[in-house]
C-alpha cells in the first residue's frame, strides 16, 4: 500500500488515538506541526499527530502554478471550481492513512480528521462519507466542496463536527463557514460554528477551542 509522506508527532506514551489534519494550499505537513505542543492535551489521551503532505500539482486558478494542493481550483465558483476527480483521490489516500491507523492499533471510533482550507474540505467528505465510525471531525477556515456528490453513510450520522473560520478571511470568507454549517444541517449534522476576528489563518482562541473539542471527543 502506498501511502502519503507525513510528519508524525508520537505521544510520551504509546499512541491510543489519532488526528490525521490535512494542511491548505501551498503549504505542507510541516504546517500545523508547531501547534501541537501548544494544545496542552492531557497526556492520558495519548493522541498521535498525523500531518500528511499533498501532492504538488498545478493549480488552475495560480496560472497553472504547481504547489502542494489536494484538488485543482479552476475559478472562484466553489460550485463549480473543484476537481471533483481530484478531490475523490485525496479522500482515497485519506481513508488510506485511516487505515494505517487502525493496522497500528487504533480504533477508528477514536480518530479524529482535521482539515484547513482545501484540507478541510478533503476530511469533511471524507469523514460523513466512511463506513466505519470516527471519532470526530474538525474543519477549519474551509468549504463543502462539492456537497451533492457526498453520500453519508450512517456510521458516521452521529458524529461531532466543530466548524471555525475567521470573520476577516479574505481567501475563504466567512460566508463559506456558514454555507458549510448550513449544509450540514440540511443533512441531519448539528456542528458547531466558531467564529474569531482573523484572516486565512489560526489564532491562539482557535486553538485553545480546537484543544477543547480534542479533550472532549477523546475523553476516554
Not at 166 to 171: F, P
Not at 188 to 205: D, I, N
Request: net charge negative.
Amino acid at each position: 500500500m502506498h501511502y502519503l509522506p507525513c510528519v508524525e508527532i508520537e505521544p510520551d506514551t504509546p499512541a491510543t488515538a489519532s488526528v490525521i489534519w490535512l494542511h491548505g494550499l501551498g503549504a505542507d505537513g510541516h504546517d500545523f506541526e508547531p501547534i501541537v505542543p501548544q494544545l496542552r492535551l492531557p497526556k492520558e489521551l495519548a493522541v498521535r499527530f498525523v500531518f500528511p503532505h499533498a501532492p504538488s500539482i498545478p493549480i488552475t486558478i495560480n496560472g497553472g502554478m504547481r504547489m502542494p494542493a489536494w484538488f485543482d481550483i479552476r475559478g472562484m465558483d466553489l460550485d463549480t471550481a473543484v476537481d471533483e476527480t481530484q478531490l475523490l483521490e485525496s479522500v482515497a489516500a485519506t481513508r488510506a492513512l485511516i487505515e494505517r491507523e487502525v493496522e497500528r492499533g487504533i480504533p477508528t471510533e477514536r480518530i479524529v480528521l482535521a482539515g484547513f482550507s482545501q484540507g478541510g474540505a478533503v476530511v469533511l467528505h471524507t469523514a460523513l462519507s466512511h463506513s466505519d465510525k470516527l471519532a470526530g471531525l474538525l474543519v477549519l477556515s474551509s468549504f463543502f466542496a462539492v456537497p451533492n456528490a457526498t453520500k453519508p453513510h450512517p456510521a458516521n450520522r452521529d458524529i461531532p463536527i466543530d466548524v471555525f473560520h475567521g470573520t476577516h478571511d479574505a481567501m475563504a470568507p466567512e460566508t463559506l463557514g456558514r454555507q458549510t454549517v448550513a449544509a450540514l444541517e440540511a443533512l441531519g449534522y448539528a456542528p458547531s460554528y466558531k467564529t474569531y476576528p482573523m484572516q486565512h489563518e489560526v489564532c491562539l482562541a482557535e486553538i485553545n477551542d480546537i484543544a477543547a473539542s480534542l479533550s472532549r471527543i477523546l475523553k476516554p
